[in-house]
């Protein structure tokens, strides 16, 4: 059985995977809904030597910027979508704690996937380059000779960040 040793833990948890996705000024009971429902639906099972599955939420982290653990955490939102948490023999959620559970990390998961993407600007390729000024004039030159050539990455010549543009590229352009 849970021991009320470990509530100061949760709600730590719940802060820190919230306060570090969710804007300055957040909600508190937010936050502290998420530890009280890990407290009572999860920690039970997920704690401990040998805690169900392998998870540990005593020793999870919760850095969300970390894809791997991000990965984890959308596993456990999935899980308790899709009913499969708590399991029959536990207590069954009520719609509104499974719905603010799912309201408040999938916000958090959802602005940490947001924040790790990265935009990679790109020029066109030579050929890319080649038929857009082809197709804008209507004529065709010949290019190849005063275009430098692309970077290949991975076998391709169109993945982004290969395609940087120097000064003396843009020059030539």
Known sequence: MFESKCLPWMILIATSLIGRTIAVGADQSVRASLGTFLQRHCVECHAGDTP?????LETCSVDLTD???????IDLYDRVAAGEMPP??????????RGRFLESLGTSLSRADVASRQVVLRR???????????????IYVDLRSTLPDDVVEQGFDTIGS???LSPEQMVLY
């Open 52 to 56: 169900e599955s392998g998870l540990n």
């Open 67 to 73: 894809g791997e653990v991000r990965s984890r955490w």
């Open 88 to 97: 029959k023999s536990q207590t069954p959620l009520s719609a509104d704690d």
């Open 124 to 138: 066109l390729n030579r050929n890319e380059y080649i038929n857009t000024v082809s197709d804008l004039f209507g």
């Open 162 to 164: 290969g395609l940087s």
